[in-house]
């Protein structure tokens, strides 16, 4: 039985750090920095999912290109939402693992009636795969040993 995404935020708990596009890089870096985080959603005031900015995005189109972070602006080398790839709240864990194995993704945008709800990382996709294998292990356990 594959875990909802939805379940999944719900355990990692609500509220995603984003960043809207008219903001310099510099802003970006400093919210990653912070959060200790490696993407920030752009999104709109309304919160309309607008693309996607990562600390590579930072490092390889701004700072290796030789380009100012505090004159670049998110918008000019954000990933837009047309050329990514976003889950939906009732999607399973399961195919966000398949999506970020296949498409080397790291983070998926979650998505629902076209507002960011929420973000998975590779590393939530992990510990809901590890937890949930660890409970079937315990059930088996109890089953075999007769203690269920």
């Known amino acids: 039985m594959s875990v909802a995404v939805s379940d999944l935020l719900r355990i990692k708990g609500v509220g995603v750090e984003s960043i809207t596009a008219d903001e310099t890089i510099l802003v970006a870096i400093r919210r990653m920095s912070e959060k200790h985080i490696g993407c920030l959603p752009v999104v709109t005031k309304t919160g309309k999912l607008r693309g996607i900015v990562s600390e590579r995005d930072c490092l390889w189109k701004v700072i290796a290109e030789g380009r100012s972070p505090r004159t670049v602006l998110v918008k000019d080398i954000m990933t837009p939402v047309a050329k990514m790839r976003t889950v939906h709240p009732g999607q399973s864990v399961a195919e966000c693992m398949e999506l970020m194995t ?47």
């Not at 990382?121 to 660890?134: C, L, N, P, R």
């Open 102 to 148: 296949c498409r080397r993704h790291r983070h998926l945008p979650v998505v629902d009636d076209g507002k960011l709800v929420g973000l998975v990382s590779i590393g939530d996709v992990v510990k809901s795969t590890i937890d949930a294998q660890q409970a079937t292990i315990q059930s088996l356990e109890k089953y075999i040993t007769g203690t269920y």
